[in-house]
C-alpha cells in the first residue's frame, strides 16, 4: 500500500524555496509584505486550468 502523501508538501516545498531567493537577485524592488498573485491571473502563465464551469454537471448528486 503507497503512502498518502502530504497534502502541504508542495506549499512547504515552495516556502522554504522561495526564502533562499532575494528578490533583488531577481530584479524586483524589496518590500515588507509577501507577494502574491491572484489565482486566476497566474494560472494561464503556467498551464493551469481554471475554468472548471463546464465540469459542474458531473459533479452534481442525482
Known amino acids: 500500500m503507497e503512502p ?3 497534502p502541504h ?3 512547504a516545498f515552495l516556502r522554504a524555496a522561495g526564502a533562499q531567493v532575494d528578490p533583488q537577485q531577481c530584479g524586483l524592488p524589496t518590500t515588507d509584505s509577501p507577494r502574491r498573485v491572484p489565482n486566476s ?4 502563465t503556467t498551464a493551469l486550468y481554471t475554468d472548471f464551469s463546464d465540469l ?3 459533479w452534481s448528486v442525482n
Open 4 to 6: 498518502t502523501p502530504d
Open 9 to 11: 508538501a508542495l506549499g
Open 41 to 44: 491571473p497566474a494560472a494561464p
Open 56 to 58: 459542474a454537471p458531473a
